[in-house]
C-alpha cells in the first residue's frame, strides 16, 4: 500500500559564504544557529565556548518533536471533559474482562498487573496522531493527553473535523490498525497509542512474520468501514449522508482493487470499473480516446490484462474489445450522477460475499493432486504443494475463503448455516503446534466449475439441493484453516452469530418494514442505469448470490446426515479415521 509523505518541510541546506574575514552563513534557523558556534570554536578558548542552559524535563521527554523543531505551531485538542484523566493501565479491570472474546483486549490488557510504577506514569503531553482514509487522504492531530485517548474519541474528532455526523460515523465507520502484515478494528475503549506501542507483541502473537519484518512493519491508523454494519443500515446512511456514502465508496473501491471481492467473471469486474469511473469523473468525455491507462486505477490487477488485453499492431484483440465497450458502457449510463454512482456502485459489490469483510490469513491443506495438476504444480509454478495460503472474510452474514494467490473464491457459507470449533497445539497431539479452526457446513451445491478452469459463475451453481425447516442436507463437511489468525476468526463469528440473535429478537417484537437492516439482503442498484429517467434507487430487496464450495480445491472431511463419518483428506483423515 502506497503510502502519503510529506516533502514540503524539508529544510534547506546551509550556505556559509566569506565576506572579507567574516563567515555569514545563510539558511534554516535551528541548523544556523549550530553551524555558528561550530565555527566560533576556531577562535575561542573552551572557556569561551557557549553552552545551552539546562532545563527541568519530566521524565520520558528526552528530544524535541520534529513540529517544534520546525516550529509549526497547531491547536491542541484537549480531553479533559471526554477522557480519563488517569492512565489506562488504572482503568478498571472489568475494561478487559467486559470483551473476553477480543483477543486484542486479551493482549492488549494482559499484563496491566504487572507493570512497575515507572511504567505506570504516562506523559500527558500532546501527542501527534495522524488518521487515514481510504483514499490515502490524512489528517493529523495533536491531542493533549493523546496516549489515554480511545478509538471513540479519536473516531469523533475525525468526524467533527470533516463535517460528518458523529452518530452516522460511529454506525458506519471505526478505526483500524493497518499494515501489510496484520489488519484489526479497534474497539470504542481501545487506546490506538497503546495498540501501536505493543504493535510487535500482536505481530509476533497473530502472524508468523520472522524478527526483521516485524521490526520494519509500520501500521497506519485508519478510518474504515466498521465490519458490523449491516447493508440495510449502510443503505439507510448512504441515502441519509452524502458524505459517509463517498467515504463507504472509497473504502469499497480500495478493497475491490486489491482484489478482495473475488468476483472472477471479468464482465463483473469491468462494469465495477465503469461504475468506478462514473463515480469518479462524472460525466463520460465523448473525445475519450482509450481507456487503457485509466484502467489500472479501477481495476484490481487479476482481471487488468483481460479487461484491457494486449495490443496487436496497436489494436486490441476482440474479446478485450468487448469488455472495454462494457466500461465505456456503464460510465456512460452512471456518469449522469456521482452521488448515484457511488451507489450503484456499492450496490454491485454487496453482491459478493466478500463485501463488508474483515481479513484475516491462514493456510488449508491442498488435496491430492492428479497426474496432470502434479506436473503443472512442479514445472509452472514454486509453491509448496502441500499448501494452500488464504484469505478468510467475516461479515454481518457470510464467512469467505479465497485463495490469495489467484484471487478465487473457494467457499462462501452463510455464517448462521455453520458452526466451528477452534483446537489449540496442546489439544491435539499428532499436530506441529500450530492453532487451527474447524468449520462445519453443509453441502448444499454441487461443483460450479471444473478442476482445470476454476473461473466459473459462482452465482449460477449447477445443481442445488433445497434447504427447507423439517429437511437437513444430505451431507455436511469440515475444513480446518491452520494459522495464528484462527484465534481471531473464532472470536468474530461468536460475535456475528451473537449479534444475529439479537437481531432475531428484535425483528420477533416488532413489525420489519423494507427500509429495515434486514440480513441477506442487499439493494438494487439505481434505475439511473436503465432507460427510466428516475435518479432514486429502488428498494426492492435482492438476494446475494449463494453458497458456494469447491470440493475438490481443499482437504474436506464428510458426514452423513446424522453426524456418521464417511470420508477425509489430509490431516483430517489421519485423525477422524481412528
Known amino acids: 500500500m502506497e503510502r ?59 528530544r524535541r518533536s520534529v513540529r517544534e523543531t520546525r516550529g509549526i505551531s497547531m491547536t491542541p485538542i484537549r480531553l479533559t471533559d471526554r477522557t480519563p484523566s488517569t492512565p489506562i493501565v488504572y482503568l478498571p479491570q472489568n475494561i478487559g474482562i467486559a470483551n473476553p472474546n477480543s483477543p486484542i483486549s486479551a493482549l492488549l490488557y494482559s499484563d496491566v498487573n504487572n507493570l512497575t510504577g515507572s511504567a505506570r506514569n504516562v506523559s500527558t503531553d500532546p501527542l501527534e496522531i495522524r488518521i487515514y482514509f481510504p483514499d490515502q487522504q490524512g489528517i493529523r492531530f495533536d491531542v493533549s493527553n493523546g496516549r489515554q485517548a480511545d478509538a471513540k474519541f479519536l473516531l469523533d474528532v475525525t468526524a467533527d473535523e470533516i463535517d460528518l455526523n458523529c452518530e452516522i460515523a460511529r454506525q458506519a465507520f471505526a478505526l483500524w490498525m493497518v499494515s501489510p502484515l496484520l489488519e484489526v478494528q479497534l474497539k470504542p475503549t481501545h487506546p490506538p497509542y497503546e495498540v501501536r506501542r505493543q504493535w510487535a507483541n500482536f505481530l509476533k502473537k497473530y502472524t508468523m512474520a520472522d524478527d526483521d519484518e516485524i521490526l520494519q512493519d509500520e501500521p497506519m491508523l485508519m478510518m474504515r468501514r466498521n465490519v458490523t454494519l449491516s447493508l440495510g443500515m449502510e443503505r439507510n446512511i448512504c441515502m441519509e449522508s452524502p458524505l459517509a ?116 490469513s491462514g493456510y488449508i491443506e491442498r488435496p491430492n493432486l492428479t497426474i496432470k495438476q502434479l506436473f503443472r504444480q512442479n ?29 478465487e473464491l473457494l467457499l462462501a457459507q452463510p455464517i448462521d448455516a455453520c458452526s466451528w470449533s477452534r483446537i489449540e497445539p496442546n489439544e491435539q497431539s499428532d499436530s506441529e503446534g500450530e492453532t487451527s479452526l474447524l468449520l462445519h457446513f453443509p453441502e448444499n451445491f454441487e461443483e460450479s466449475c471444473s478442476s482445470d478452469e476454476g473461473t466459473g459463475d459462482v452465482r449460477r451453481p449447477k445443481k442445488k439441493v433445497t434447504r427447507t425447516n423439517d429437511q437437513r442436507p444430505q451431507e455436511t463437511k469440515i475444513l480446518q484453516i491452520f494459522g ?95
Request: charged share 25%.
Open 484 to 578: 495464528p489468525q484462527a484465534v481471531m476468526i473464532d472470536a468474530l463469528l461468536n460475535t456475528m452469530k451473537a449479534r444475529a440473535k439479537q437481531t432475531d429478537l428484535k425483528s420477533n417484537n416488532m413489525t420489519s418494514s423494507p427500509d429495515d437492516g434486514i440480513h441477506n439482503e442487499s439493494y438494487e442498484p439505481s434505475s439511473a442505469s436503465s432507460n427510466d429517467s428516475s435518479t432514486s434507487p429502488t428498494k426492492r430487496p435482492v438476494k446475494r448470490q449463494p453458497s458456494l464450495t469447491k470440493v475438490h480445491k481443499m482437504c474436506l472431511a464428510t458426514f452423513d446426515a446424522h453426524g456418521k463419518f464417511l470420508r477425509a483428506q489430509g490431516s483430517l483423515k489421519k485423525v477422524l479415521a481412528n
Open 245 to 360: 456514502c463517498r467515504l463507504l465508496f472509497e473504502d469499497a473501491r480500495n478493497q475491490f482493487i486489491q482484489g478482495r471481492y473475488a468476483f472472477d467473471e471479468c464482465k463483473i469486474a469491468a462494469e465495477m470499473a465503469g461504475l468506478s469511473m462514473a463515480a469518479v469523473f462524472g460525466t463520460y468525455p465523448e473525445e475519450l480516446a482509450t481507456l487503457r491507462n485509466e484502467l489500472s486505477e479501477h481495476l484490481p490487477e487479476r482481471h487488468l490484462s483481460s479487461v484491457r488485453g494486449p495490443l496487436v499492431f496497436g489494436r486490441a484483440l476482440s474479446g478485450t474489445k468487448e469488455l472495454e465497450e462494457t466500461v465505456q458502457r456503464m460510465w456512460r449510463e452512471n456518469g449522469g450522477d456521482q452521488l448515484i454512482a457511488m451507489r450503484n456502485y456499492l450496490a454491485r459489490a454487496s453482491q459478493s460475499p466478500c463485501y463488508g469483510c474483515a481479513f484475516f
Open 379 to 407: 514445472w509452472f509454478t514454486s509453491s509448496n504443494p502441500s499448501d494452500i495460503k488464504v484469505r478468510i472474510g467475516v461479515n454481518m452474514e457470510w464467512v469467505s475463503v479465497t485463495e490469495q494467490a489467484k484471487g
Open 4 to 62: 502519503p509523505c510529506e516533502l514540503k518541510n524539508l529544510e534547506k541546506p546551509l550556505l556559509v559564504r566569506k565576506v572579507g574575514s567574516v563567515k555569514k552563513i545563510e539558511g534554516p534557523v535551528t541548523r544556523k544557529k549550530s553551524a555558528e558556534i561550530r565555527l566560533k570554536k576556531q577562535h575561542v578558548t573552551e572557556d569561551e565556548i557557549p553552552r545551552i542552559t539546562e532545563t527541568n524535563m519530566e521524565s520520558g521527554c528526552t
